[in-house]
């Protein structure tokens, strides 16, 4: 470590009789050196800012006063803070960077020479113009204690210009967050020979897309990797255990390898990632620590060694962090636990108490109702010889679906429907249309298939039963997943039926008019028409009245046309329409002109009254003939 030489208390008499007086420091153009106790030596201690811009240290100095020549071995802490320069270009002869040594300096280009050995704690954090580091293979020590504090690392922390960085083989470890907040760097090189990368080396790198950890990697400390931008990963089995928080909110994650000879998967070390879609731990891995994966919910399936022992609360948590409706989903169909003991659940979490001890779930939004959903769809694939123990252990019992795997697991699915034949349904057996003979049938397909049956377009499934097997619908759609070698599944299922109806057209109480539907050569009011099927549109006007267009009752601003064909929406409630009619004669023709009498007939001629036009409106509900003079009309009242 770099020392500086103080004297405090000089004595007179020593001065008095030495013969030639030497002083600590001595300063040549920009920089001062202090002599360090080998009397051969000196470090840079103090920076006067001048002109030089591209400052170079000399390997080698000498004191004008003494004439003594020194070897330039290393810079003292703060030296260069904050001082404006272009380049520095440092000697063979530099061995030490002391701590804070550049901080916040202000320069481009940084030219390491062969022969550094040690860089301080937070030597050059902060120095916001730097670009690129290619450190000497002679480094050993990267980020050395401050001895005051005991703090290591954040040797280029902040340095958020920096884009590209290569490490020796020398530097053993990579200590406390050596390039935190280097958001713009893209590309690092870590040569075989680093063996540890302390707390959060390299949190907040927002533009490092990958990164490969050489063999000789053995220890990784808590949020390594946080913030980063790595799409992919690979862990190397040589790194034991990944820790707490290790890839913590790495949004861009879209997929990771963990080899075999991990063992644990620390807290949090993958959550919040969000867009991987698998989980696949090697057969090393023994434990997976709280809350592990949780968030992903892009995940569809999940596969887990044979080493599995311990699972800790919500490690397993793949259901989607978007709680704005409190109804958490999840993507995820298949986990795989290949552990022929089923793994246990170990909490080692502070708040388990106010959440599910469960490590499938880890927010108060699930419900009863919603766990219940989740073990019924999600199937669970285990060792042949291990299923009866699955079905007893904690958790692990919940799912309805428990899958041997390691042997032939053969199932033979038998389907009956209440009709004829299946002419009327859909039906696939592991995304493959099977055709179905007759009103009863049998497939071949496999413990843990995937049958859906939909209604054909002329259809309604009433309803749909199943033994041997988990069922779901949705919408129209049944999903029934495969569970015993021997299933049956019962349809009861019909020819859909849309009820279509029509409304006589009134215009103040009075009848203007009727709808009626022509179908199958009839005219009829109402008409129940199966799917597909076609009615035509007959309007009848009342004398006085004529046809406009036809509407949806239950929507008068559609316009009908003149036909309507029977659609699926419409099987609940059915539909109706109506005719528009307008006047052509009557009261229109002469309430407004300025008649005073208007003289009114029945049919028969027989006079009856005469009145005004605004008197009309009195006369009882009928058929009448008026007179003017100058018209005869017919009036229907």
């Not at 080998?38 to 201690?45: A, I």
């Not at 401050?146 to 020796?168: M, N």
Request: net charge negative; aromatic share 10%; proline share 4%.
């Amino acid at each position: 470590m770099i020392k500086i030489r103080h004297i405090f208390l000089p004595i007179l008499m020593c001065a008095l009789f030495a013969p030639q007086a030497k002083a600590d420091y001595f300063t040549v153009g920009d920089l001062r050196y202090s002599i360090q106790d080998d009397q051969t030596s000196v470090v840079v201690d103090k920076y006067w800012p001048g002109d030089n811009k591209d400052l170079e240290i000399p390997a080698s100095v000498t004191d004008e006063d003494t004439g003594i020549s020194y070897t330039v071995t290393g810079i003292y802490r703060q030296t260069f803070y904050n001082a404006n320069l272009n380049s520095i270009t440092f000697p063979a002869t530099l061995e030490d960077i002391g701590v804070y040594a550049f901080w916040k300096a202000k320069f481009n280009t940084v030219n390491f020479a062969e022969g550094l050995k040690r860089m301080g704690y937070g030597a050059f954090k902060d120095c916001t113009n730097l670009t690129k580091i290619t450190l000497p293979e002679s480094l050993e020590e990267l980020g050395y204690e401050y001895t005051v504090t005991g703090f290591d690392g954040f040797v280029f922390a902040g340095c958020t210009s920096l884009k590209e960085v290569s490490i020796g083989s020398k530097v053993e470890t990579i200590p406390t967050a050596t390039f935190s907040g280097c958001s713009a760097l893209d590309k690092v090189t870590i040569a075989n020979g680093v063996k540890k990368m302390g707390e959060r080396v390299f949190e907040d790198c927002a533009a490092l897309t990958a990164l490969e950890l050489p063999s000789s990697m053995e220890q990784i400390e808590r949020a390594a990797f946080m913030r980063t931008g790595f799409t992919t990963f690979t862990w190397p089995g040589s790194v034991k255990v990944i820790p707490n928080s290790a890839f913590l909110y790495c949004r861009a994650l879209t997929g990771f390898t963990i080899e075999e000879g991990v063992e644990e998967v620390g807290k949090q070390s993958f959550a919040a990632c969000y867009g991987y879609d698998k989980v696949i731990c090697p057969n090393s891995v023994e434990w997976i620590h709280a809350d592990a994966f949780q968030g992903a919910d892009k995940v569809t399936e999940i596969r887990l060694g044979t080493g599995l022992r311990r699972l800790g609360h919500a490690s397993l948590a793949v259901w989607s962090p978007e709680q704005a409706t409190n109804t958490p989903e999840w993507s995820v169909t298949d986990v795989y636990c290949m552990s022929t003991v089923p793994p246990v659940f170990e909490p080692n979490d502070d708040h388990l108490e106010e959440l599910s001890a469960d490590f499938f779930f880890g927010a108060k939004e699930f419900t009863d109702e919603l766990q219940t959903k989740f073990y019924a769809e999600v199937k669970l694939h285990v060792p042949a010889e291990a299923v009866a123990a699955y079905k007893e252990a904690e958790i692990w019992k919940n799912f309805v679906n428990i899958i041997p795997e390691g042997d032939v697991n053969d199932a033979t699915v038998s389907f009956t429907t209440t009709a004829a034949d299946f002419s009327g349904v859909i039906v696939t057996v592991d995304g493959e249309t099977v055709e179905l003979q007759g009103n009863s049938a049998a497939v071949d397909a496999e413990i843990g298939s995937t049958i859906t049956v939909a209604p054909a377009e002329t259809a309604t499934i009433n309803s749909l039963t199943a033994t041997g097997a988990s069922v779901t619908e949705t919408g129209y759609t049944y999903t029934i997943v495969v569970s015993e070698a021997a299933a049956t599944v019962a349809i009861d299922w019909s020819a859909a039926i849309v009820k279509v109806e029509t409304e006589e057209t009134l215009v103040d109480g009075v009848k203007a008019g009727t709808l009626l539907l022509s179908y199958d050569g009839e005219d009829l009011p109402t008409v129940m028409l199966p799917l597909g099927a076609t009615v035509t549109f007959k309007p009848v006007a009342e004398e006085g009245w004529e046809f406009v267009n036809v509407v949806n009752a239950s929507d008068s601003d559609k316009d009908a046309g003149t036909s309507y064909t029977a659609v699926r929406d419409d099987i609940a409630d059915g539909v109706t329409f109506k005719a528009i009619f307008k006047k052509t004669s009557g009261i229109s023709s002469i309430a407004g002109d300025s008649r005073e009498s208007v003289t009114v007939y029945n049919l028969a001629g027989i006079r009856i009254a005469e009145m005004s036009p605004a008197a009309l409106s009195q006369l009882p509900d009928g058929l009448y003939i008026l007179k003017t003079s100058d018209s005869v009309i017919k009036y229907r009242r």
